[in-house]
């Protein structure tokens, strides 16, 4: 499976950015897609996953701010982030794999992308 990912940039804080991912391959073999994020000196964690079926699934941090989407005819996935805030700054990192609830199986991983939000 190959993840392309798009979007991202620079906005200031209380800003508004998307970013999105489109699956291309294998993408029988996986039924959840996503993102994690990873800020400089922390380690990679979820921010939202979205499984084919449609459930999403938030970080605490994001939940109210950012809303995760897919289209499923273009194998993509979206994260509108909204309300953002200088704690969001992370390289953010498009994911595919599987999930057998409560634990998601990420297998798969774009390139990252780098969202900066200044204060």
């Known amino acids: 499976v190959h993840l392309q990912a798009c979007g991202g940039g620079l906005v200031q804080a209380g800003g508004s950015l998307s970013v999105s991912c489109a699956a291309s391959?294998?993408?029988?073999?996986?039924?959840?897609m996503g993102w994690y994020r990873q800020a400089p000196g922390k380690q990679r964690e979820l921010v939202a996953i979205?499984?084919?079926?449609?459930?999403?699934i938030y970080a605490d941090s994001v939940k109210g701010r950012f809303t995760i989407s897919r289209d499923n005819a273009k194998n993509t996935v979206y994260l509108q982030m909204n309300s953002l805030k200088p704690e969001d700054t992370a390289v953010y990192y498009c994911?595919?794999?599987?999930?057998?609830?409560?634990?998601?199986?990420?297998?798969?991983w774009g390139q990252g992308t780098e969202v900066t939000v200044s204060s």
């Open positions: 994911c595919a794999g599987s999930y057998n609830k409560p634990t998601i199986y990420p297998r798969y």
């Open positions: 979205i499984t084919s079926g449609g459930v999403a």
């Open positions: 391959g294998s993408i029988f073999s996986i039924n959840v």
